[in-house]
């Protein structure tokens, strides 16, 4: 039979008649640590090098379009603003309303493809260069710690210390960088919100309360993201990194590590191995934190940073660069440079998709009319009433859109013989890149009416005399039914 003896120091278990002593129990402070959230922190070395010349003037090109595309005016109106209460679309001096849905899903459309294509030929390449979320904190944020709080070896010795021993000067120095980011995510805040507002309304003031409620939420996701997650957002919360796996092909460019010619890793000058001297370099610079020799991870954003690195220590030893590159191939053997030849036939059909609805998109903006027209019937009452003398009234709603880039007049009258059209309060006057909803009576005869249906024309005047026409159905009772 199996006992149990317990005291208030130890607990034996007798199994079979054997006492067996449980696992010790692991220290008070290790078991609470097990359910605190643990964060380790990823302080990148400095670097230079071609990529990183390059990214930084492709980083900074991108906040420069950032911050000017809502000021740029394009045919009187800003070359883009997203007004989703008014729920239109301005781009390039095109208004895009919900009447213009095809327009929006083309848009989608291609932007999806684009990523689609993207992933395909150059992997991991917008996370490295082009991501909104890297460009600020590589090119803003960063820059703002090192500028005060010093070098990353210098960050990583004071903060692996306990705060108990922080001297005033660094806790000065955290809190003027917290200071520093807190004014930057104001400024992050306000340029992603003059695209959505307008960036002369945003300094007017010219918003409503939902536009604070919205600004404020933003405000903290931006500052939180820059003192917290960083790099963590990439590795586990950014959907883009999970599904561009399965959109990848061995023809795709990676940053990889070239393991027959780096291996054996042997320190020191004097030694006979591979061309990998373990100075660790590449994993000092690297963002996410990674040891780029370890193969192909799903933490590399392809920024190139390990290559830069990289190739100054080859440089120093007197080793050809290239040791860690980008290559097509996830081993890094058999190296192909990227080329019209290497690439795979998904990519050459994304270009083709991409192609045709690139066309359509600019057919269609072109050929648009700068007024549309929208006719429906008025869902209150009844669908059609028959007058007393003989005439049958419907009763229809007319949207004007206003696309063009100034204010306008608009009258609103029918061709069609026979039909007598009635708008109360026109000429209507509409601003630009605004729609009016107006209630129209139409009469016609009864012997018009074939079968109950009576096709009728829409006709809107502009006051600089451009008409715009659209066809709608009147419904009535047959023309020769029993009255």
Known sequence: MNTVNTNQDQQLVQIGGSPKAPPPRPPEDEVEKKFLIRRDWVYPADVSGRFRKTRKIVGYSLLAFFVLMPW????????????????????LGQLFTPHDTWALALLGLMATIVLFFMASVFGRVWCGWACPQTVWLDWVYRPIE???EGKSNKRRKWDSKP???WPASWWARKAAKWVAF??????????????FVGGPELLRGEFGSGAITVGAGLYFVFFLDAVWFREQLCLYACPYARFQGAL????SLVVAYDEQRGEPRVKGKNREGGDCISCNR????????IDIREGDQLSCIACASCIDACDEVMLKIGKPKGLIRYTTDRDATGVKPLSVKTLGRRSFLYLGILSVLLGG???GVVTRSPVKIAVARAVSGAIYNELPDGRVSNQ??????????AEHGFTVTSPTEGIEMTVPGQPWTIASGHEQRMTAFVVAPRAAFAGGRLPMEVQVDRDDGLPTTATFTLLGPSADATR
């Open 361 to 363: 998109l600019v057919v």
């Open 146 to 148: 090192r500028a005060i």
């Open 282 to 289: 590449c994993v000092q610079v690297c963002p996410s934190g």
């Open 182 to 195: 807190a004014l930057a995510t104001g400024v992050a805040t306000g340029i992603f919100m003059s695209w």
């Open 72 to 91: 740029i005016p394009v045919g009187g109106m800003p070359a883009v603003r997203v007004d989703i209460p008014g729920r239109q679309l301005t781009l």
């Open 396 to 405: 229809i709603t007319i949207n004007v859109s206003n696309r063009g880039d």
């Open 163 to 165: 705060k108990s021993e």
């Open 248 to 251: 990848m092909s061995e023809k």
